[in-house]
């Protein structure tokens, strides 16, 4: 048998049988299979979550067959749901078109990416889910249904709760995206004080598409990363800008920097300082799937929360006095994005307008106390964890700040009663 593993490493399993089925038919085959032989069944995707939500012992899935754009259409695009994102990128690039918003990694399936909340930061636009116009999945009897946005009564509330919906409700097989013409994007970065940032978010979020900022620990100094619409001309980096920015100073010399920090730790306060001093302004115009993305190379364990936006500056001040007054010394910066509300019932951002406070350490020097400290302050403010970033939550908790938790449940109870998609994950995080 052969062993699956995360990117991160953290996470691993060896399943009773993998299979890369190349058609919605094959998948069905793999589902009724499963159930026939009493197993479990999940399709995973590339791996870039950090809790098990993929895993099974059971029948594992591969996506690698399921690729490609299957339709176009006026204003849309239906796309196989093992495509990375980056295909799609270029796919629809070379057709003129365009996703609104993402997030910045795009080696992503478009399966994994939705089914976990994936949603970059937006001011008025949100996360992939609430781009999707319409969903076919695999349902626990080998059903084929598709879930659409102009549905009504039950077929509404399926497209709502599997939009986000953890793999637990069927095998998801294709996704159709609102599209919409290629565009350009001004990317502004610059350092600024988090003082500064913190006294002024409301004016900062409300003049930018899309505001996306990096605090380094030990320091008072962010990198943010504004966003916004341009009419032209494209201005983007040369090759060697690109390759300077994406490739050495933010993975090689980042890389060396968190090993060195690795080997001495009372040192990473000053080298996050020498990294903040390091830091300048720049500005570009580029295609937006390529302002949006970027390369994440050095490994890392990951926990993000999301925070009713209003909370997030006391989110932010009570994490930078807990690493303070703890002595925790950290090197990965702490990234703070934002969206609009969303309507996908399990979404981080359901029903509010959200911040997001995501947490990294260096994968091969974990520390599970600033993850449980950090994970305090923001269920405390009733943060939402992301579903593929690491936490301690259980349905528990998570049915108090979800509104339409029960809802999906009683959904989960009529479409799989048999649990036929579950595994441990999803029995600490939906129950049994």
Avoid at 69 to 81: K, M, N, P, S
Avoid at 229 to 241: C, I, L, V
Avoid at 259 to 276: D, F, T
Avoid at 345 to 354: C, F, G, M, N, V
Wanted: charged fraction near 25%.
């Amino acid at each position: 048998m052969r062993e699956f593993r995360n990117w991160a490493g953290n996470q691993s399993v060896t399943p009773s049988e993998i299979r890369t089925p190349s058609s919605v038919e094959e998948v069905v085959r793999a589902v009724r299979d499963a159930s026939a032989s009493g197993r479990r069944v999940r399709m995973t995707g590339t791996g870039h979550s950090f809790t098990g939500v993929a895993l099974t012992d059971g029948l594992l899935l591969r996506p690698h067959g399921l690729t490609g754009i299957l339709e176009t259409g006026d204003g849309w695009v239906r796309a196989a749901a093992g495509t990375p994102l980056r295909v799609l990128n270029e796919e629809l690039h070379r057709m003129g078109l365009a996703l609104a918003n993402m997030g910045d990694i795009t080696d992503q399936t478009l399966a994994g990416a939705i089914q976990t909340g994936t949603h970059g930061t937006g001011r008025d636009v949100g996360g992939l889910a609430d781009q999707v116009l319409a969903l076919e999945l695999v349902l626990a009897d080998g059903e084929v249904v598709t879930a659409r946005a102009d549905d009504t009564g039950e077929g509404r509330d399926l497209f709502d709760a599997a939009r986000v919906g953890l793999g637990a409700l069927g095998v998801l097989t294709a996704v159709t995206f609102r599209v919409e013409p290629s565009f350009l994007l001004r990317s502004t970065r610059e350092p600024m004080a988090l003082s500064a940032i913190l006294d002024s978010l409301d004016e900062i979020t409300s003049k930018n598409e899309h505001l996306d900022f990096f605090w380094l620990p030990h320091t008072d100094t962010c990198l943010a990363k504004r966003n916004n619409r341009s009419q032209g001309p494209a201005n983007p980096p040369s090759a060697f800008k690109h390759w300077l920015d994406n490739r050495f100073l933010e993975n090689t010399l980042f890389g060396v920097l968190c090993a060195a920090g690795a080997r001495l730790p009372g040192a990473i306060p000053r080298l996050n300082a020498v990294s903040a001093a390091a830091l300048s302004a720049s500005t570009h115009t580029d295609l937006s799937y390529k302002v949006f993305t970027s390369v994440r190379e050095v490994r890392f364990l990951e926990m993000e929360y999301a925070v009713p936006r209003r909370h997030l500056a006391q989110a932010l001040r009570e994490t930078r006095d807990l690493v303070e007054r703890r002595d925790w010394k950290i090197t990965f910066p702490v990234e703070v994005r934002v969206t609009p509300a969303s309507d996908a019932w399990l979404s981080t951002a359901y029903d509010r307008e959200t911040a997001y406070v995501a947490c990294h350490i260096y994968r091969p020097t974990p520390n599970p106390a600033y993850f449980e400290g950090v994970e305090e302050i923001m269920t405390r403010l009733g943060g939402r964890p992301h579903w593929g970033k690491m936490h301690t939550r259980d349905a528990a908790y998570l049915s108090t700040v979800y509104p339409r938790f029960a809802d999906f449940l009683a959904l989960r109870d009529r479409l799989d009663p048999g649990r036929l998609f579950s595994n441990a994950y999803l029995e600490t995080v939906l129950g049994p």
